[in-house]
């Protein structure tokens, strides 16, 4: 399963369920029903646990962080993740990183989301992609 966001609406503790994972392993089943499946739960706004929480459960081999909304063109990455921890605080956002790593280190790969519903972002070229 992908799981992301620290939102679900599939009624179990998991960042933005996304993908069931198949009982034979990752994968299996066809491009439209993983397609379907990818898109099902997109935008929910129910606090399901954290991302330490989530990986802890055993049932997701990816989770998906959303969304770094500001980015290119010279500007200042910046991360909002909906109240889950302020990134401009004193102790910032160090308990996704403590998360990730366990994630990580149990063999659950973490990706982040790019862009979003809204923000400012654009890539003024591919190096500007890179840095």
Same mark, same amino acid.
């Given at each position: 399963m992908i799981a992301g966001n620290l939102f679900t609406d599939d009624g179990e503790n998991s960042w933005h369920a996304a993908r069931?994972?198949? +009982?034979? %392993?990752v994968g299996g089943g066809s491009a439209v029903q993983k397609e379907r499946q990818i898109q099902r739960s997109k935008h929910r706004r129910t606090y #399901? %646990?954290? =991302?330490?929480?989530?990986?802890a459960t055993g049932k997701y081999s990816y989770v998906n962080i959303a969304f770094l909304? #500001?980015?290119g063109n010279g500007r200042i990455p910046e991360i909002n993740l909906a109240g889950h921890c302020n990134p401009q605080s004193i102790n910032g956002c160090s308990i996704l990183s403590d998360g990730i790593s366990y994630c990580q280190s149990h %063999?659950? #790969?973490?990706? =982040?989301s790019i862009g979003g519903g809204i923000g400012s972002y654009s890539l003024a +070229? $591919? $190096?500007d992609a890179k840095t």
């Amino acid at each position: 399963m992908i799981a992301g966001n620290l939102f679900t609406d599939d009624g179990e503790n998991s960042w933005h369920a996304a993908r069931r994972r198949q +009982s034979h %392993g990752v994968g299996g089943g066809s491009a439209v029903q993983k397609e379907r499946q990818i898109q099902r739960s997109k935008h929910r706004r129910t606090y #399901k %646990g954290t =991302l330490f929480q989530t990986c802890a459960t055993g049932k997701y081999s990816y989770v998906n962080i959303a969304f770094l909304n #500001k980015f290119g063109n010279g500007r200042i990455p910046e991360i909002n993740l909906a109240g889950h921890c302020n990134p401009q605080s004193i102790n910032g956002c160090s308990i996704l990183s403590d998360g990730i790593s366990y994630c990580q280190s149990h %063999g659950i #790969k973490v990706m =982040l989301s790019i862009g979003g519903g809204i923000g400012s972002y654009s890539l003024a +070229s $591919a $190096a500007d992609a890179k840095t």
